[in-house]
């Protein structure tokens, strides 16, 4: 019983990942504001996206944007990331240039 | 012993001496300071004017990686007693200091000097902070080389 119980939340949960989305938070600073045209926009993402698939939605919603996605920094709660790297649930993002303080 | 640590993004002016006073301990006997300012007239690559530059951060992850900056320098030269790392962003105009690197240490011949070079390399780095650059010209954003790194 036990063991129907929990395939049977896995599978629950399986489904729940595949049809919920995800509320995100994007945040854009420098040029990539500038072409965006604003500072931060919400956004629902399916779960599980990649930062990979979520630069090539960015640059499919927002052509301005595209070819600044070539060489954008990317970062999930304030930390760098990757393509690879899987959206968590109600992430910060943000996108921007290399930086250039000092 | 509690080494100071102090990392700031400000929009009012970077105050050297309250700064210094805070990372001085009574076993001090050594400061490097580093500040860049607002460079009016640059004559090095494309020369050109500046009339103000426009920065702007990403505040609460570029406190963050301030931090850790503060953290490799702490790895690298144990000797650094405290440090202090603050940029400052708004409109800035010529010969005004933009940013400021302290640390401090018991002597000179410590590390100290090379600790504030590393600690200005790596905020050009890895710190999300942007600047604008306004010249007679027209306006352009200064975008930097540095592409970070997984962990970075």
């Not at chain 1, 994007?26 to 990539?32: G, N, P, Q, V």
């Not at chain 2, 400000?10 to 076993?27: G, V």
């Not at chain 2, 007693?81 to 010529?94: S, T």
């Not at chain 2, 933009?98 to 070079?117: K, P, S």
Request: charge should be neutral; charged fraction near 25%; include cysteine.
């Amino acid at each position: 019983m036990t063991t129907f119980l929990l395939n049977h939340d896995e599978a629950r949960l399986r489904i729940y990942k595949k049809t919920s989305m995800n509320k995100i938070k994007i945040l854009f600073f420098a040029t990539i504001k500038d072409k965006a045209g604003t500072k931060s926009i919400d956004l629902d993402i399916p779960n599980e996206m990649t930062i990979k698939q979520l630069k090539e939605k960015l640059a499919a919603e927002y052509p301005n944007l595209k070819e600044s996605m070539k060489a954008v920094l990317m970062t999930i709660n304030r930390e760098y990331a990757f393509d690879e790297a899987v959206i968590p649930l109600n992430a910060e993002i943000a996108l921007f240039p290399p930086v250039s303080g000092g | 012993m509690n080494f100071p640590t102090i990392y700031s993004i400000t929009e009012t002016e970077i105050d050297l001496n309250d700064l210094l006073a805070k990372i001085t301990l009574s076993s001090t006997g050594a400061a490097a300071i580093f500040t860049g300012m607002v460079r009016g007239v640059t004559s090095r690559d494309t020369p050109h004017e500046t009339i103000y530059l426009e920065y702007e951060s990403y505040i609460p992850m570029a406190e963050a990686k301030m931090k850790q900056v503060a953290d490799e320098i702490r790895q690298k030269w144990s000797s650094i007693e405290g440090i202090a790392i603050v940029q400052r962003i708004g409109r800035l105009y010529p010969k005004t200091p933009t940013v400021l690197i302290a640390c401090t240490a018991a002597h000179r011949d410590t590390g100290v000097f090379e600790a504030a070079r590393y600690g200005i390399d790596r905020l050009k780095e890895i710190v999300p902070i942007w600047k604008k650059e306004v010249g007679p010209k027209g306006e352009e954003w200064v975008e930097g080389d540095y592409f970070p790194k997984a962990n970075e």
